[in-house]
């Protein structure tokens, strides 16, 4: 089987995906094999027999392709957001499901010929006006002016970067990463509340655009950084003094909900970027955040979102217009897909 050079990282790859370890993918086999024997395969040790091959490709739910296909990229540089209790298992296998669809997502950009070519400029940043002075920039650059984003999928789309939503995986929040140096890739909890799940997308951008110092500042001080690029990104600091009552030194929640509406951007990070901007004081803010965690009614109260749910769908689109103009067959949009034929043909008509 000379197709299979690349077999053993596609094996441990897809094992990881399923989150199991050797001992769970030999349970799963049949016939059933050693962890000897996997551990060879993973290590290339071992070429799989046809039998072998099918019994992995049923135990692990992928097609007999997935483990022919040659590697085409790494991802590198990969940066989590995320709660402490995600495991560094569930970190391997978020990775893998998310490569999983960005290989598929990238050969279908490349049958239609619709990758984005456009250049990333990077930005210097070594503090937290530095990182709303790239917001400024970016935002400049990519025609915003002040006003709202109604689609930051879209938007992030539109310039080249691939958005990739996971389903279902408790504490994940998003990730970034650079394929091959060449893609940008997004990677967000499908299902997060709306204003959240645009912080994080700019947030992710932040950490693929903004150059930090790692040497002098801790992992907090990055997130922290990245956070003021989003906010900045998602409602300048200019537009949010204009929405103000500049007669006020107060605000309540009836000041700000107005703006959450109209920008898409939580409480939360308003509360956080009028304590930045030293619009309220630190002391203020900090009363906030203790009523609100003290009150839980308070909390489900400013906690409310109110804004659009946001999706990706260009892989579908994309896939649709390969079948369309007759690039793909069926078989292969559910092969891009993960889904069978049937689905295919409801979805698309044919």
Known sequence: MDSLTDFPVRLKNARLMKGWSMDELCSHMVPPVTKMTISRFEKGE?????THLNALADALDLPCGYFLRPLKFQMETVRFRKKERVSGKMEKRIEQVASDLI???????????????????????????????????????????????GNVIELLEKHGVIVIELDAIPDFDGLSAWINET????????NDYPERKRLTSFHELGHLLLNTDT?????????????????????????LRKNLDSGKKDYTFYDIRPIQKEFGISFDAIMHKLK???????????????HKNQKPSYKAFVEQSCWH??????????????????????????????????????????
Not at 183 to 190: F, T
Not at 218 to 226: D, G, L, P, R, V
Not at 276 to 290: M, Q, V
């Open 46 to 50: 071992l070429k799989p027999s046809p």
């Open 309 to 350: 749910e946001e999706h990706s769908d260009r892989l579908f689109r994309l896939i649709g217009a390969a079948l369309e103009k007759g690039l793909i067959t069926i078989s292969k949009a559910a092969s891009l897909l993960g889904k069978n034929i049937d689905f295919v043909a409801r979805e698309f008509a044919f």
């Open 276 to 290: 930045e901007c030293g619009i309220i004081s630190e002391k203020r803010y900090a009363g906030y955040r203790i």
């Open 215 to 239: 040497s002098a500042m801790t992992q907090k001080e990055i997130e922290n950084i990245c956070n003021s690029f989003a906010s900045e990104m998602l409602l300048p600091e200019s537009t």
């Open 183 to 190: 893609y940008p890739v997004i990677v967000l909890a499908k």
């Open 103 to 149: 290989e598929r997502y990238i050969e279908v950009e490349e049958i239609c010929g619709a990758r984005c070519e456009e250049k990333f400029r990077r930005y210097d940043v070594a503090n937290f006006e530095d990182a709303r002075n790239a917001a400024r920039s970016l935002r400049i650059e990519w025609n915003l002016k002040d006003g709202c984003i």
